[in-house]
DNA sequence: CGCGAGCTTGATGCCGATCAATGCATGTGG
DNA sequence: CCACATGCATTGATCGGCATCAAGCTCGCG
């Protein structure tokens, strides 16, 4: 696994950084530009900022200036009730967005806290306004991506609202193995970057029925789970678990 | 395929619309604006649309045009598993918007129902597109509207995914009485549009413990319950409840 | 090596689902 | 007008899934 231990020693706010040569500009915010937009964008994404493991990107109540895009690295994203339970709302991997909860009051509306150590790209909100009213594409995919997080948020209500716990643990992993297949890795091995009380967070579930799931998956030959390593051994009946198949 | 509405004898497509003189313009779309900048808007919001109670505005599927404006009236969304089991993600009432789930692929990911007789503004969404790239104030106002639903997502995630059912329950009828209080009803009395299936359907729960839950507040001296007439007596223990508050 | 964070596994209990019966309001046709 | 059907809501009894509580276990690391 490509796991970016590597230690950064350096704050990193003026790396120079280019959407034109990143790998990930098919899954990004410059997915299908031109090379003309791509270069504008280039222009607004001026600057990087390393996170390390454990830390915050930003917290809720800061105010909201920049967009970030996972670079390399991966986040969780989480909000809380008044008496500290905490419901981990996204995780997020390169390619992803953040942040796109404090648009609406100017104020972050949930933390986000690296799981490792990251770096994201730093998209200033107002350039960003800015070149989209210049660039349809850029104005398009923008709202696009907005969306789509809309459309991700409802998946999570159907899954908290309706599904039982192997439902949304099998749901959960599916998601994941995907969007790691998209980003060139394999389907059918990863490694988890949280801990089980953090899916659990994410599930609605506490720690030990999260922990339990995995053992069943696993007593079942649907997975191999050691640790944080999973490897999927038998995806369609994980896939038939997601649905309301018995068994 | 698309059915929808096309049923109603009216089909009030001519009605003549604007948002510069409608008693919603503070809290729908145009929020805030300049009277030119109205002007413009009302340009774009030509028609309307009605659809009947039972009947669904658009379907999953549904190819997206527009973004509709609830004039009057009031909606479900709901999204649905392979096997049948339905979440309701959202209740809407004048002044909020609809559709936004379809920008992400042009295609509706949810069902709008309305739960009564109600009227939709309809919003070409080319058309807004274009007029945000003129106007900032639109724009800027648009993406907070997106915005904002995510926020309200990560507040129905953690409701969902860490609330016991009578926490949901405040929760859910404080956030209908103020939502009803900004539209200049009074925030203690109120007539609920949905079944408590739906309401069970939204908060993760079965009818039945969703009924439980009205009587136990009723015992409380929190609530009047009479079918669905409402009487909130005791707001401030509504509120404790939606906190961790024993009780 | 020993500590601690994270994980697994078992025993028990409770909250909410399920099953079932009844009540209540509205509507419809005879 | 009544008889009856229908949709929605209430309430009780029971059941089951997940939380909770409580030990150990594993592994990385100072």
């Known amino acids: 696994m490509t796991v970016s231990a590597s230690v950064v ?18 899954l990004c ?27 915050t990107l930003f917290h809720v109540g800061d105010k909201f200036e920049a967009l970030f895009a996972v670079r390399t690295g991966f986040f969780k994203t989480r909000v809380s009730s008044e008496d500290g339970r905490d419901q981990v709302t996204g995780f997020q991997m ?20 690296a799981l490792e150590d990251s770096q994201v790209c730093v998209i200033p909100y107002g350039q960003l306004e800015s070149l989209s009213r210049e660039f349809t594409d850029l104005q398009r995919q923008f709202h696009r991506i907005m969306s ?3 459309v991700r948020d409802q998946g999570v209500m159907l899954l908290l609202g309706s599904m039982r716990a192997e439902e949304r643990l ?25 801990t ?17 799931g995995f053992s069943k998956f696993q007593e079942d030959g649907v997975l191999q789970v050691r640790q944080r390593q999973i490897h999927v051994l038998d995806e369609a009946k994980l896939q038939q678990l997601v649905n309301g198949a018995e068994c």
Do not use: W
């Not at 003309?36 to 600057?47: I, N, Q």
């Not at 089980?196 to 339990?212: D, M, N, P």
């Open 94 to 113: 390169a390619g992803e967005l953040l942040g796109l909860d404090g648009i609406s009051t100017d104020l972050h509306s949930c933390d986000a806290v």
């Open 170 to 194: 099998a749901a959960f992993l599916l998601n994941l193995t995907q969007r790691l297949q998209a980003r060139g890795f394999s389907h059918t091995s990863l490694v988890l970057r949280m």
């Open 9 to 26: 020693p350096i704050k990193a706010a003026d790396l120079k950084v280019a959407c034109s040569s990143c790998n990930l500009r098919e």
């Open 148 to 150: 789509r997080e809309i």
């Open 29 to 55: 915010l410059p997915m299908g530009f031109s090379e003309h937009e791509m270069d504008r964008l280039d222009a607004l994404v001026a600057t990087r900022r390393s996170v390390r493991r454990g830390e």
């Open 196 to 212: 089980r009380e953090e899916i659990g967070a994410y599930l609605g579930l506490k720690l030990e029925t999260v922990s339990r």
